[in-house]
C-alpha cells in the first residue's frame, strides 16, 4: 500500500511537470513580441493585400505540386518502358 507521503509526492511531481509542460512560462519568458505591442493580433496576411502577388503564389504553388506529380509519373513510366 501507498503511504500518505508518497502518494503527495506523486501527486506533486505530476503538478510540476504540468506545470512545465504550460504554455504559461512559455509566454512569461518570450515576453510580448519582438514589437512590445499587444494591442492587436499579427495576422499571416495583413491588409491591404496584393492580390496579383497572392494570386501568382497560389498558381505557383498549386502548380508546382500537380508538376513534380505529372514529371514523376511520367519519369517512371520512362523508365520502366512502358512509354517510348
Not at 504540468?18 to 491588409?47: K, Q, T, Y
Request: glycine letters at 14%; hydrophobic letters at 45%; proline letters at 4%.
Amino acid at each position: 500500500m501507498i503511504g500518505a507521503s508518497r502518494l503527495a509526492l506523486a501527486s506533486s511531481a505530476r503538478v510540476v511537470v504540468a506545470a512545465r509542460n504550460s504554455r504559461a512560462i512559455a509566454r512569461r519568458r518570450l515576453g510580448s513580441g519582438a514589437h512590445g505591442d499587444d494591442h492587436h493580433p499579427h495576422n499571416v496576411f495583413e491588409p491591404p493585400y496584393n492580390k496579383a502577388f497572392l494570386a501568382g503564389m497560389a498558381l505557383f504553388i498549386v502548380g508546382g505540386g500537380a508538376g513534380t506529380m505529372i514529371f514523376g509519373f511520367v519519369h517512371q513510366q520512362k523508365k520502366q518502358g512502358y512509354w517510348k
